[in-house]
């Protein structure tokens, strides 16, 4: 054998197909989420048109400063999805989550690429692009669900926080449970996914 | 001695007036029930006294201090809230109770476990219940866990609110007749009920005051 097969151009649009399912499933049932999906799809096939044009370049010309731009620009889109997914009002939250996630997926990427495959060139386009795609896709689930969950109990359960202020607690002590209960969620499909690692594929 | 004065307290909700030109004062030690119609602003006058709330105009004074984002975390470690619909989370009694402890503010106390347990017998919790779910009390069980965690805390004012409203007649006796017997504490009880009705209690309309 030869490697893996080469998928036609006409094969990936036939993929598309795959799509009929969810529809006759939304129709079947009534769910409202046909718009939804059919927008999902066409920005995701537009995306991966764009980007994967300007990939061939990057990769090309592999400048440092090009290949940190274009990871900065990852961690940009990430920090909009997340607060339009928790629904957080953007002048509040959208730098402090840009800040989070550059300094987390920043550290980890060196990590990766400085110490686990010891790269003379950390900002290397094959490594700092495709690793931080990776790491930035994978997360942006939890950090929706951890980001959302906290800020919703917060609100929804605003009586537990003053009353903890009310026994003492300064600021961080009595947002410390509601930290809690939203890491444990964000952490919950992750945990799962590792856990069937190596029996059921389902992370890139 | 003043302990709590609210002075000339101005607060509405949207178009509604809740206190106008409002003043109060609590003296140290003094037993007080505040009463009135739902709705004229009794929790509201706790959430004030806590700093949960602002008022528009006027000022509150905790023992000579005013009450403002600084001072307000000082005033919160001099007092004791319970109110009757307790939201203490979803996990373990037992761990509930220790987290309130271990606060830098409670550490002082060194609460011990056999503390915590001669006040739930007190209460007629058992033991048992200590080391189970939140979720699994009833309104009157969270309730007697607040009101344990209260006096395990010690401070030197009790805001209660409606605290023995989900209790049975023996238990809201035993409990208005434990906090009504702590002397030097400066106790605030919103409630209905009568047995908070006693000789060195006064009685504060909030309907014939606002």
Known sequence: MNGSQDISTVALALAYLLLLIPLILAYYFNIRIVKRLIISVIRMTGQLFVVGI?????????????????????????????????????????????????????????????????????????YLIVIGGMLLGNSLKGDIIGISKFYEDLKKDEKRYLYHLAAGANQKEAIVPFFRDSMTAALKPFIASMATMGVVFFQV | MNIISLKDIDLKFGSKHVFKSFGLDIQKGEKVRIKGKSGVGKTTL?????????????????????????????????????????????????????????????????????????????????????????????????????????????????????????????????????????????????SHDQVWEAENVKLIDLDSLN
């Open chain 1, 54 to 126: 300007a990939l061939i370049y990057f990769f090309k010309l592999d400048n440092n400063w090009l290949n940190a731009a274009w990871v900065i620009g990852m961690i940009i889109f990430a920090a909009v999805s997340t607060a339009n997914n928790s629904e957080l009002n953007y002048r509040i939250f959208l730098f402090p989550i840009f800040l989070a996630f550059l300094v987390s997926t920043g550290l980890i990427l060196w990590f990766f690429n400085a110490v686990l495959v010891d790269l003379n060139n950390v900002f290397d386009a094959r």
């Open chain 2, 46 to 190: 706790f959430r004030l006294i806590l700093g949960f709330l602002k008022p528009e105009k006027g000022n509150i004074l905790y023992d000579g201090l005013k009450l403002d984002s600084n001072s307000v975390w000082d005033v919160r470690r001099s007092i004791a809230y319970v109110s009757q619909d307790m939201s203490i989370g979803e996990g373990l009694v037992k761990d509930f109770l220790e987290e309130i402890f271990s606060y830098e503010a409670n550490k002082h106390l060194n609460v011990d476990l056999e503390n915590i347990l001669t006040l739930f017998r007190q209460f007629d919790l058992s033991g048992e219940l200590y080391r189970g779910r939140i979720s699994d009390l009833s309104g009157g069980e969270k309730q007697r866990v607040g009101i344990v965690a209260s006096i395990l805390l010690d401070r030197s004012t009790y805001l209660l609110d409606e605290i023995t409203s989900a209790l049975d007649e023996a238990l809201k006796e035993k409990v208005a007749r434990c906090f009504l017997g702590l002397n030097e504490k400066t106790i605030l009880i919103i």
